[in-house]
Structures are given as structure tokens and as C-alpha cells.
């Protein structure tokens, strides 16, 4: 291992070690006990030493080295009590984890298996100090949803007992939550005596020195929870159907505190909690409100005596209670103070568009503005606000008339009503808005799903059918490249017309082909070792390959690997998880994660980062949740915006958001339906890809692997062309995940461009033409054993392809047999049934019939190279190739703001 750390391997880690203590969030601190003003300590639980920095699966990382919590606390000078208890239970953990491990020898599974876990010993005798700390750990991760069980959700006995004990012998006690989600918190009740409780969450590489800095009071927790933590996990109303095979989302767009705070059930800490070790008070200077924007002016000031630390302001609108579905209050902006001395104090500027207030009329498919009074709220956390303002809205405005898309057979909704009524607020500032003067209504234009338009430049025989297909006949052009295409010498049809309809199905497939084989997970590069997946390059005509790599907590490539006799490294941050990053609610912080990682993808030669992952935090058992980053979309989509804006200031390069759509549990997810009703995915589902898309553009998006109302992710024409681009104009390309179970076909039609990492090529020339079947020297057909990642078993198929034998066939198909030495049982069978003929000792011919499948239209591959090509157009790859120099991917782009705040 190389001896030194990169200079750039020193920035980003200080900059991971402050975004993990901006997102640490404080939730009990009874005494103020926090910070020790003592650095003597007892510190127990396997976390101490065993500290997750984050999830498993594409989400893990491969970084240099973690430093875990008792590490970081002995660099920063505390005095460990206990360290012959951690060293014993090390011993067992590690022996354990062997034991473990072992089973998966040589399983390609392995990465997707459930992370080792050990239960904490009781603790026998405790070590004297003036404080206890207890570490409280847990993971998961890709293909694996949580269970509410001791161990994982729950705490077990031991823990319990352990922390119980704790508190009653140390003078100060500490519960350190080392967790990538929600746990059940029910231990407080049953530990009076127990002082503080601070949610660590999953921090990344530099876990320990993060926690230390919390813990002495270097730093001050600002961070403020991005979910509800509830009393039980039945006052979660998704419990009823989480982790069915065909879930249906009853609760609508009651998606976390939109469910507590409108059927009045009380969490133990609420949406957007957090403590802090001194006091702030928020007042507001000004509100003002039109038909275009409401602004707040107001003052943030540190009222405490001795600690500086950071404010988060939340605004949260409430809107008039109709027949359409509404939510006590939905948070529609927020800011972060920059750190305050005692005394200090800080002038901020909230702007919300009144158009984002619309809600959803699923009966007449538009976005509407209601009449009523509007309640405007300001505080520091869901719970916590005071109402600043309100307006009036005279007459209903519709602002967008849509199609019906996404509909599912029977909506699954049964919260339709809010049960808390909002009361007017005398002495604020009350305003009138007026109908009139709003903007008329927007008329979505969308793609017609029974058209194609085919580019072509000669005569020539097309497949498909069932479709309105337009010929377009365009200039030749002689010796085409993509560089061409990006000096204006000809047009993108032009050249895709050009290109044969083989290389077109290769541009539309990652390199891994049907013969190779690969992990779900993804491993699929081969310029960049470990990466997930690479585009193949077709030099012929000037395109390059492009390099993805996962996860949401850094680049998962491999950390060693031999090239050119010589050991090379590829050290990447291991960043806190997705989760902890909006935990911060500071966008300006987490775009500049996403530009430090953009650096590091600049180093190794990756193209597509394959994060942010977004989806919403349905439900606390979501095994992927701690890639994610909240139950609420405005937070999700504006934290992912940031993320994704910092990663393409860097010149020719971008990020995939994913999962899209409605993937939000593991269970099944493969094969599973999600069912959600149409106001729920416009509300909560879509919104958050749409504000990301709006405000960030990504160079990519990747569709999910469950099927959406009946239909997979990945073959969904509706959201993926008639929303993702004719609604929200997206630019960008759209792939699919690691060996989904969309046909590629139906993905082409629908305008997923990408399949990946590949392996699917002959599915799709299959659909374009007769794939005649393929036989071994022996005259025997020949045979593939692939990876069947709905019964995740290995399958053998044997490949015939297009041709069917049959004896009544009028087409026939001829096996050499001359370096046969004897007929196969199959082909002996055949003879006897008149399926095949033996014409002389040297050939055989068999009867049959061709598959009626050529249903590929070459208008929809040339449809998705346009869009692949579009975007390769503005990679540094491609700047390389034709010398010239890369620009940001997001140059001269006409992006949004959802919300401004300053």
C-alpha cells in the first residue's frame, strides 16, 4: 500500500469529516452533559471499533482506510477506560465475521449478502470514568430490506440491559446511534437516567475524528432529521403493506410527517428535530406574497453564552382543505446559518415560487391552486414554527392541464382526508392573491406512443410493426463521425442513418455480452478496473466509450489492482451516506461533495457517477434508505440537485440519479409492483426526480428494476418519455439498471437508450431480423448458462434463438456434421419424429419456422443512439478524442430554482 495520502485525498477527507459533523444530528442532551468537559471515558458496543461509515452493495466504498470511533477518540485525546473489554470482543467479532464470511467463498452473491453482525456481550463490570459511552451499530444495503426485530430495528436484550446499566453507574451517559436509517427509540423510555443521544449516523472514512469533534465541542451539532422517528413502528401507516411482493401505497401522499402532523399522531422526534449545544432565536422582519413569489426576510441570532453553532430555518406552507387530498403542511424551503458566535446574528432571504403550492387533482389531471388562505410557518423543525403570514387565494388557477399517465387499474389510496383542522392566525401579515393574474394554463404537449420516426439515407427493408412509422429520407454523408455531427457539418440523423443497424444495437448495450457474465452489483468496465459498467465505442465513427461507477457514497472501484507490471491504486473517498448529506439541509455543503467528487472522477477516468440515489424514505425499513436521502421530496430533490450541480462543475462529466421509479423497498425488487396512486406520484414520487432534473440537469437517469402500476421501470413509455422528457425536459440519456428484467425491446420503444452493462444484444437482433441458432462443432446446439436474477439462480438456455423445429415448418435450417463423430440424443430424436432429415454423412437439415418477433422498430434504436450520442457529445472522453477542451456538462443550460434562499 502506498505509504502517503494524495494531497487530494487530504482535502476530500476534511471535507467528508465536516459534512459528517454538519449532518450529525443531537436528539437528547438532558444536563447539557454534551460536550464533555471531561475527556476521560468508558466506551462500549461493537460500533466502537467495528464503526460503519456506511451501507453495503453498489453504496459501498473501497477508501484507503476508516477511522473508526475509538481510533478518532484517541487521536483527539480521550482517555479509553475500556479498552481490555473492546480488545476481547474484538477478538470474538473477528473470529465471527471469518466464520462468516467463509459460507460466501466463491458466491457472486457475496456482495449482495446481509452485513455480519455480532450481538454486543453483557457487560459484566463496568470501567471507572465520569462518562459512558455506548455505540449502538447497524447496517444494510443492496438486495436486502430490514427487519422490525431485536438486532436490527429493535435493540436487543443485551443492548438494552447494557445501556440501562450504563447509565445508572456513569455520572454522565452517552448513546451513540451509529445507524444508516430510523431505529426504534423505545430504550429512552426504558433509560431515564440516560443523558444524551446523538444520531451519528453512517460518517464515512473519517467516523471517528467526526464523532471526537461532536463529543468535545470543536464542533456543534447542526444537523436536523430528514425522517420522522415514531414511537413504534406501527404509527408508520406504510407497516400495513412494506415488503409485499405488490405493494400498494394506501397512504397516498401521507408519506412520513404529511401522515403525523395531518392525522395528529405524535413522533418521538419530528421531521427536521435537532438539538444544538446553545440557543437561537428566528425572527422574521418581512413577508410578502403575489402571484409569483413568497418572501420572507428574516433574522437568525445566537442567544447562547458560549457555544457558536448553526441554525436551519424551515418554511412549511399549509394549504386550504378541499376535496382534493391535502396535507397539514409541507415544507416548501429552508437555509442554513453560517456558523454564529454567541451573539451573533445573521440576515437571511427566503423566495418560494406560489406555483409550487399546487396540488394534484387526479380526477381532471392538472395542477391547481385552490381557493382559500394559505398559512404561512417559519421555525427549526416540523414541530416547531410559528405561523408568519397568510394569503388568499380568490378563485381556483390551474396552471398545467396534463395527460392521465401512470394510472393504475384500481388506485390504491385510502387516506384521503386530513384529520386536523389549521385555525386563523390574528396580527400577521394577511395578503390577497387574485386568480386574474396568474399565467394562463400550460397544455402539456406529449409524444404519441404509437409513433416512429425511421431515419434512413437509401432504400432499404425496414422491420416493425403495430406502430405509425414516418421514413424521414436524409442526405447521404460520406465517412460520418460523431465530430461531424458537433462542428455542424451534418446532423445527428444524418448519421444515424448511417450507422448499421448492428453497431447501433452495440451503442445501445454496455460492453458485457451475452457470453460473459457479470455481478449485479456491476463490475462491467474494462478501462477502469471495478467500475460498474462502460458503453462500447464504435471508432469507426468517432464515438468513444464512457465509464459508470457506483454508489451514492463515493466512486466503489477497485482499491488494488496489477496493470503493466506494476501495482497501481485507486484510493476513493468513502463519504458520509446519502442520508447523513441532507441531514446537513445545506446545499452549499453538499455541492461542494459533489465537486470533490468530481475530481476524483476526473482522476480515475469516470464518466457517469451513478448516484445521487433518491428515492423516498417510504418506509424505516427500506433496506437502501441510508443512500437516500429523506421521506420528503423538496428536501430530497433540492439536497440531489446540489449534489448533482457540484459533480458536473467539473468539465465532462455527470451523475445518474436513480432509482426512477417508485423503488422503494428491496424486497422483491426485481419482480415486485409497486402500486401507487396518481396524485401520490405526482406529490411525492416524481417530484423529487423533477426538481432535480429542473434545477440540475443530470447527464443520466436510471430506471429502476420493479414494475410501476403493471408495467416495469424500464419499459414504461409514460414516465420515461411522455414525463421525464416531454414534461420536465430532460436532456440527458436514460439506462437502465444492472440486468433488469425490462425486455430490451419494449425499453428501446419506451426511450430507455441504454441497457446495461449490456448482455442483451441478441434479444434485440432477434427483434430486427432472424437470429439463426448456433450450433457446436459436434453438430450440437449450443448452450449459455446465465445468472436469472428473478429466481437469482443460474439458468441454461439452449440457443435456437429465432428458429422453432417443427416438422411442419416450411423453413429449414442446415448442421454440419462432418467433425461429428456420433448424433446427440436430441438430434437422434429428431430424426425419429421427421423434425430432421439426414442429407449424407456430412449434413442434416432440421425443419421449422421463424419467430414472428422482428417488432423493432430502427427508428426507436436510432431514437436512443441520438440520445446516447447527445450526451457522449459533451464528455471529456469525447473532448479528448477530437482535441478539443471539455466544458461543464451543465454550460449554457437553462436551469431552475425551486426555491431561493440567501
Known amino acids: 500500500m502506498e505509504s502517503e495520502m494524495s494531497q487530494r485525498e487530504l482535502t476530500n477527507a476534511k471535507l467528508s469529516q465536516k459534512v459528517a459533523e454538519q449532518g450529525m444530528v443531537l436528539l437528547q442532551n438532558k444536563g447539557n452533559i454534551l460536550p464533555l468537559k471531561n475527556k476521560k471515558i468508558a466506551l462500549y458496543g461493537s460500533g466502537a471499533f467495528e464503526t460503519y461509515k456506511g451501507g453495503t452493495g453498489s453504496g459501498d466504498v473501497n477508501q484507503r482506510r476508516i477511522i473508526n470511533i475509538e481510533s478518532g477518540l484517541t487521536q483527539k485525546g480521550f482517555k479509553i477506560t475500556t479498552l481490555g473489554w473492546l480488545n476481547r470482543f474484538k477478538k470474538a467479532y473477528k473470529k465471527g465475521r471469518q466464520e462468516y464470511w467463509e459460507k460466501y467463498k466463491d458466491n457472486p452473491l457475496a456482495i449482495l449478502a446481509p452485513v455480519f453482525s455480532m450481538d454486543d456481550p453483557q457487560i459484566s463490570e463496568f470501567q471507572s470514568a465520569p462518562t459512558g459511552i455506548y455505540v449502538i451499530s447497524r447496517s444494510s444495503g443492496e438486495g436486502q430490506d430490514r427487519k422490525n426485530e431485536p438486532g436490527d430495528f429493535q435493540l436487543t436484550e443485551n443492548e438494552i440491559s447494557n445501556i440501562q446499566e450504563m447509565s445508572q453507574f456513569y455520572e454522565n451517559s452517552v448513546v451513540l446511534l451509529n445507524v444508516g436509517g430510523v431505529i426504534d427509540t423505545s430504550f429512552i423510555e426504558k433509560c431515564p437516567l440516560l443523558n444524551s443521544v446523538l444520531l451519528v449516523s453512517q460518517p464515512g472514512m473519517q467516523a471517528g475524528l467526526a464523532i471526537a469533534d461532536i463529543l468535545d465541542g470543536t464542533t456543534t451539532p447542526s444537523g436536523k432529521l430528514t425522517d420522522t422517528w415514531a414511537k413504534d413502528f406501527k404509527d408508520y401507516y406504510s407497516s400495513n403493506s412494506f415488503g409485499q411482493k405488490n405493494p400498494n401505497y394506501q397512504e397516498g401522499i401521507y408519506v412520513g410527517y404529511r401522515y403525523f402532523d395531518s392525522f395528529g399522531i405524535t413522533p418521538r422526534y419530528e421531521f427536521g428535530f435537532g438539538l444544538s449545544y446553545t440557543k437561537f432565536f428566528i425572527q422574521t422582519t418581512k413577508v ?57 446574528e445573521q440576515e437571511m432571504h427566503l423566495s418560494v415560487p406560489v406555483k409550487n403550492l399546487a396540488s394534484y387533482d387526479d380526477k381532471r389531471a392538472v395542477s391547481v391552486l385552490v381557493p382559500g388562505v394559505y398559512v404561512i410557518r417559519l421555525g427549526n423543525s416540523s414541530k416547531n414554527t410559528k405561523v408568519i403570514g397568510e394569503f388568499k387565494l380568490d378563485e381556483e388557477v390551474i396552471l398545467k392541464q396534463f395527460d392521465h399517465k401512470l394510472v393504475p387499474d384500481s388506485d390504491p389510496t385510502i387516506l384521503r382526508s386530513n384529520n386536523v383542522e389549521f385555525k386563523r392566525t390574528d396580527k400577521v401579515p394577511f395578503f390577497l392573491l387574485k386568480a386574474v393574474n396568474f399565467p394562463e394554463t400550460e397544455k402539456i404537449k406529449y409524444s404519441d406512443e404509437h409513433d416512429v ?30 465530430v461531424d455531427v458537433f462542428n455542424g457539418k451534418i446532423s445527428m440523423n444524418q448519421l444515424v442513418a448511417r450507422i448499421p443497424d448492428k453497431t447501433l444495437i452495440n451503442l445501445v448495450e454496455g460492453i458485457v455480452t451475452p457470453e460473459q457474465s457479470g455481478s449485479i452489483v456491476g463490475n ?40 503493466d507490471g506494476k501495482t497501481k491504486h485507486q484510493y476513493a473517498t468513502a463519504w458520509p451516506i446519502g442520508t447523513l448529506l441532507a441531514q446537513t439541509w445545506d446545499q452549499e455543503l453538499v455541492r461542494k461533495v459533489g465537486h470533490a467528487i468530481g475530481v476524483e472522477m476526473k482522476e480515475f477516468g469516470v464518466t457517469m457517477w451513478l448516484a445521487p440515489g433518491m428515492n423516498i424514505h417510504r418506509n424505516p425499513l427500506g433496506g437502501r434508505n441510508f443512500e437516500y436521502f429523506a421521506e420528503d421530496p423538496v428536501l430530497s430533490g433540492t439536497i440531489s440537485a446540489a449534489e448533482a450541480l457540484g459533480v458536473q462543475e467539473n468539465p465532462g462529466i455527470g451523475v ?26 405526482r ?18 437517469v436510471m430506471t429502476s428494476y420493479n414494475k410501476l402500476n403493471g408495467t416495469f421501470a424500464g419499459e414504461n413509455f409514460e414516465s420515461i418519455t ?33 441497457i446495461m452493462p449490456g448482455s442483451s444484444q441478441d434479444k434485440l437482433l432477434a427483434a430486427i431480423g432472424n437470429l439463426a441458432p448456433e450450433f457446436d462443432k459436434n453438430g450440437m446446439v449450443k448452450s ?57 454423412n456430412h449434413c442434416l437439415i432440421v425443419s421449422g419456422y421463424w419467430k414472428d418477433n422482428n417488432n423493432l422498430y430502427i427508428g426507436d434504436l436510432q431514437k436512443s443512439v441520438k440520445n446516447i450520442l447527445s450526451t457522449i457529445i459533451k464528455t ?27
Open 288 to 344: 410578502r406574497a403575489d402571484e409569483k413569489n413568497i418572501d420572507v426576510d428574516l433574522q437568525v441570532q445566537n442567544i447562547g453564552e458560549t457555544y457558536h453553532g448553526s441554525e436551519v430555518v424551515q418554511l412549511y406552507i399549509s394549504n386550504p382543505q378541499t376535496d382534493i387530498p391535502t396535507p397539514y403542511q409541507s415544507l416548501q424551503g429552508y437555509a442554513k446559518t453560517r456558523n454564529l458566535y454567541p451573539g451573533e
Open 453 to 482: 420516426t425511421t431515419y434512413i439515407d437509401h432504400e432499404r427493408e425496414l422491420p416493425g410493426n403495430d406502430l405509425n412509422q414516418t421514413v424521414s429520407r436524409v442526405n447521404p454523408a460520406v465517412n460520418p463521425k460523431l
Open 524 to 563: 462491467g468496465a474494462q478501462e477502469v478496473p471495478g467500475a460498474a459498467g462502460q458503453t462500447v465505442e464504435s471508432l469507426d465513427f468517432g464515438i468513444p466509450t464512457t465509464i459508470n461507477a457506483d454508489g451514492p457514497a463515493g466512486l466503489r472501484l477497485t482499491k488494488t489492482f496489477e496493470a
Open 656 to 681: 445518474t440519479i436513480k432509482h426512477f421509479l417508485g423503488n422503494n423497498q428491496e424486497t422483491l425488487r426485481n419482480t415486485g409492483n409497486s402500486i401507487i396512486g396518481e396524485q401520490a406520484l
Open 683 to 700: 406529490e411525492i414520487y416524481l417530484k423529487n426526480f423533477q426538481i432535480t432534473v429542473e434545477c440540475a440537469q443530470p447527464m443520466a
Open 722 to 754: 411522455n414525463i421525464l422528457r416531454d414534461e420536465w425536459k430532460f436532456e440527458g440519456l436514460v439506462m437502465t439498471d444492472w440486468y433488469s428484467l425490462a425486455d430490451p425491446v419494449k425499453s428501446m420503444y419506451a426511450g430507455n437508450d441504454l
Open 784 to 840: 449459455r448458462k446465465s445468472f436469472d436474477i428473478a429466481t437469482f439462480s443460474e439458468i441454461t438456455t439452449e440457443l435456437w434463438n429465432d428458429f422453432v423445429p417443427d416438422e411442419a415448418g416450411d423453413e429449414v435450417v442446415k448442421i454440419d456434421l462432418k467433425n461429428s463423430d456420433k448424433l446427440t440424443d436430441d438430434i437422434t430424436d429428431m430424426i425419429y419424429t421427421g423434425v430432421a432429415q439426414i442429407i449424407d
Open 876 to 902: 471529456d472522453r469525447f473532448s479528448k478524442l477530437i482535441g478539443e477542451a471539455a466544458v461543464p456538462y451543465n454550460f449554457k443550460m437553462d436551469l431552475q430554482n425551486y426555491f431561493i434562499s440567501k
